[in-house]
């Protein structure tokens, strides 16, 4: 079974922490995808990878960065957490060819306070 | 680039309803289509999926068809049931490896008894 495994389910930071939230595949994927998810808003898109050290914003990237140094690991990096930022955040990952599903992570609660 | 749009939620109904969610997109070129379902606590999974016009997916009673001329994906089932409550997202993905996954913005469904 491919896994996508996020490295926390919840957490709790303070305004102005830099926070990293990891997410992990074992399946070999090109791509990667950061979203987050929040009520009446669905899924927003803040950055994808196809490549290691590519990177490609998406549609929420400002306050976020992210890092691709290995295949298998795709950071996301609020630089300075902000309350604005509090939400829940998913990982997901597929395979190069473009109609192939996306496998998620279970997600990472992020609260800032 | 390429966008969905779903229908506003969230959809309540009794078992063994119709159900249709709507889902219509925007995009270049030709995306492969996807249905993705949220049960509570857990990481989305992938529904179904259809990769070129007039194609239909199918999995679990659910169905939909891609079509080109309305750019929709409609998600339909003949007859919900209590375990069919979820978030359903819609999704898009464009045609090069490297390609954005997009969603729209999640419909909410309750199935009572």
């Known amino acids: 079974d491919v896994k996508v495994t996020q490295s926390s389910r919840y957490l709790v930071k303070r305004t102005g922490e830099k926070v990293f939230l990891e997410c992990v595949q074992d399946m070999d994927h090109e791509n990667m995808f950061w979203y987050r998810q929040d009520p009446g808003l669905g899924l927003r898109l803040i950055y994808f990878?196809?490549?290691?050290?590519?990177?490609e914003k998406g549609d929420i990237p400002e306050g976020y960065s992210v890092s691709r140094e290995k295949k298998e690991r795709f950071s996301l990096i609020l630089e300075s957490a902000s309350t604005n930022q509090t939400s829940m955040y998913l990982c997901a990952s597929t395979w190069g060819p473009a109609n192939t599903e996306a496998f998620f992570g279970q997600g990472t609660r992020l609260t800032v306070v | 680039g390429n966008s969905v749009t779903q229908m506003e939620g969230p959809v309540t109904l009794s078992e063994e309803a119709f159900l249709t969610i709507n889902c219509t997109y925007t995009a270049t070129g030709y995306p492969s289509l996807f249905w993705y379902v949220q049960y509570p606590g857990e990481g989305l999974q992938l529904l179904l999926k259809?990769?070129?016009?007039?194609d239909k997916g199918s999995n679990k009673g659910f169905e939909a068809t891609y079509r080109k001329e309305t750019t929709s994906f409609h998600l339909e089932k003949g007859s919900v049931q209590v375990s069919d409550s979820a978030v359903y997202f819609c999704?898009?993905?464009?045609?090069?490896?490297?390609?954005?996954?997009?969603f729209g913005e999640g419909t909410q469904l309750t199935v009572n008894p």
């Open positions: 999704g898009s993905k464009g045609e090069t490896s490297g390609s954005r996954l997009t």
């Open positions: 259809a990769t070129k016009a007039d």
């Open positions: 990878s196809y490549d290691v050290k590519m990177k």
